[in-house]
């Protein structure tokens, strides 16, 4: 039966990631077009989805059939700290009229994107599936959060009242190509790719913001998409799942922020402004879910020259030529990426 598969947040990081797996995978292959798909990638040029008519407008466009539903209002701990209504709002908003929108449109499967901040700040490590609601999110992105929780609620309610086949996915810190590299609202690897590279263009000193001793899990965007295929193809629960590296391979912001000097060759004064907020210190989470679910995937093929790389703490050379792709697409489209 043929599929038309609609892609929101098409434009962004993680969208433009699957667009490319999707048409640089062999066609019928696990990861690569089927013959009876159509792939449709979306971004807001297309609809703002914050408004209920331009969202039905354009379910009525391209009768999907399948939904993956990246778009948001995404940004930084800077950024959700400082906008906690209009993260909270916006993505309450978007999320509500594609939720609903499915719903009226009888589409088959809808996933959603969650996020690893939707996690109680209070909470035994590592996360996994079933704390998502256990306790309040950290302060410093609660609207956010509480939008994105909000999904997890809704889909259960969607599939109780009326059978909808919705679920959700909690991916991990991703970065690649297409990232949002502004400086204010960026997350910590394009924005300590833009800072860096500014530094060695201007010959200014490199200041990483915090004490550089945070956690974090990172995926790679490529790597991410392929586990979004896997899941509309192969999985059906209302349940979320982590999509994620091992609860072991956590690595610091310092980790992140000397690899990133390797990687755009920075030879100045390189330091830590421990007056800025660092945010959750870790927050490991567990993809054994995952892993018992998709059987043989492999998070770090690495092929030189190929770009489904995933970073490797035990094999830091891995993290760091994922991250020298990302740095050479900021500096390939310095005019065009979003600064
Ligand atoms: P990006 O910021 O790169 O892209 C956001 C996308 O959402 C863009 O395509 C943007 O469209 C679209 N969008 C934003 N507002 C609207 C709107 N009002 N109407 C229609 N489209 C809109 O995000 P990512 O790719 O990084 O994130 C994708 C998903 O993954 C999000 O749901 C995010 O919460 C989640 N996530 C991301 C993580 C990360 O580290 N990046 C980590 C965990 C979860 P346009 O560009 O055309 O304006």
Same mark, same amino acid.
């Given at each position: 039966m043929a599929s038309v598969i609609l892609v929101t947040g098409g434009s962004g990081l993680v969208g433009k990631a699957i667009q490319h797996v999707i048409e640089n995978e062999p066609a019928g292959s696990r990861f690569g077009k089927k013959e009876n798909e159509t792939w449709i990638f979306v971004g807001s040029s297309d609809a703002d989805l914050r408004d209920p008519e331009q969202t039905r407008k354009m379910y009525e466009k391209y009768q999907p059939t399948h939904v993956i539903h990246l778009a948001a209002l995404v940004g930084g701990?800077?950024?959700n700290m400082k906008y906690k209504l209009t993260?909270?709002?916006?993505? %309450?908003l978007i999320n509500d009229n594609i939720l609903h929108t499915s719903y009226t449109h009888k589409t088959q499967k809808l996933i959603s994107c969650l996020s690893t901040c939707v996690f109680p700040d209070k909470v035994e490590y590592p996360l996994d599936e079933h704390k998502i609601h256990s306790g309040p999110?950290?302060?410093?992105?609660?609207?956010?959060?509480? &939008?994105?929780?909000? /999904?997890?609620?809704?889909?259960?309610?969607?599939?109780?009242e009326f059978g909808?086949?919705?679920?959700? &996915?909690?991916?991990?810190? /991703?970065?690649?190509?297409?990232?949002?590299?502004?400086?204010?609202?960026?997350? /910590?690897?394009?924005?300590?790719?833009?800072?860096?590279y500014l530094a060695k263009k201007n010959g200014t000193p490199f200041v990483v913001s915090g004490t550089g001793k945070p956690l974090r899990q990172f %995926?790679?965007?490529?790597? !991410?998409?392929? !586990?979004?295929?896997?899941?509309?193809?192969?999985?059906?629960? /209302?349940?979320?799942?982590?999509l994620s590296v091992g609860e072991d391979e956590e690595v610091s912001i310092k980790q992140v922020a000397d690899a990133v000097v390797q990687a755009i060759g920075f030879q100045g004064n390189y330091t830590f402004d421990t007056t800025r907020a660092d945010g959750q210190f870790r927050k490991p989470a567990s993809n054994k879910k995952l892993l018992s679910l998709i059987g043989d995937f492999t998070f770090t093929p690495f092929e030189p020259g190929n770009y489904y790389l995933l970073f490797d703490v035990m094999n830091p050379d891995n993290f760091l030529l994922a991250l020298m792709e990302s740095a050479k697409w900021f500096a390939d489209n310095y005019d065009n990426a979003r600064t």
């Amino acid at each position: 039966m043929a599929s038309v598969i609609l892609v929101t947040g098409g434009s962004g990081l993680v969208g433009k990631a699957i667009q490319h797996v999707i048409e640089n995978e062999p066609a019928g292959s696990r990861f690569g077009k089927k013959e009876n798909e159509t792939w449709i990638f979306v971004g807001s040029s297309d609809a703002d989805l914050r408004d209920p008519e331009q969202t039905r407008k354009m379910y009525e466009k391209y009768q999907p059939t399948h939904v993956i539903h990246l778009a948001a209002l995404v940004g930084g701990l800077f950024h959700n700290m400082k906008y906690k209504l209009t993260f909270l709002r916006e993505n %309450i908003l978007i999320n509500d009229n594609i939720l609903h929108t499915s719903y009226t449109h009888k589409t088959q499967k809808l996933i959603s994107c969650l996020s690893t901040c939707v996690f109680p700040d209070k909470v035994e490590y590592p996360l996994d599936e079933h704390k998502i609601h256990s306790g309040p999110p950290h302060d410093s992105n609660f609207g956010y959060a509480h &939008a994105k929780r909000l /999904v997890d609620v809704q889909n259960h309610a969607y599939k109780e009242e009326f059978g909808c086949n919705f679920t959700s &996915a909690i991916p991990t810190n /991703v970065f690649g190509p297409h990232d949002n590299y502004d400086l204010e609202h960026s997350h /910590v690897i394009p924005g300590l790719i833009h800072k860096c590279y500014l530094a060695k263009k201007n010959g200014t000193p490199f200041v990483v913001s915090g004490t550089g001793k945070p956690l974090r899990q990172f %995926i790679y965007s490529r790597d !991410l998409a392929k !586990l979004f295929i896997w899941m509309l193809r192969e999985y059906d629960d /209302v349940e979320p799942i982590i999509l994620s590296v091992g609860e072991d391979e956590e690595v610091s912001i310092k980790q992140v922020a000397d690899a990133v000097v390797q990687a755009i060759g920075f030879q100045g004064n390189y330091t830590f402004d421990t007056t800025r907020a660092d945010g959750q210190f870790r927050k490991p989470a567990s993809n054994k879910k995952l892993l018992s679910l998709i059987g043989d995937f492999t998070f770090t093929p690495f092929e030189p020259g190929n770009y489904y790389l995933l970073f490797d703490v035990m094999n830091p050379d891995n993290f760091l030529l994922a991250l020298m792709e990302s740095a050479k697409w900021f500096a390939d489209n310095y005019d065009n990426a979003r600064t």
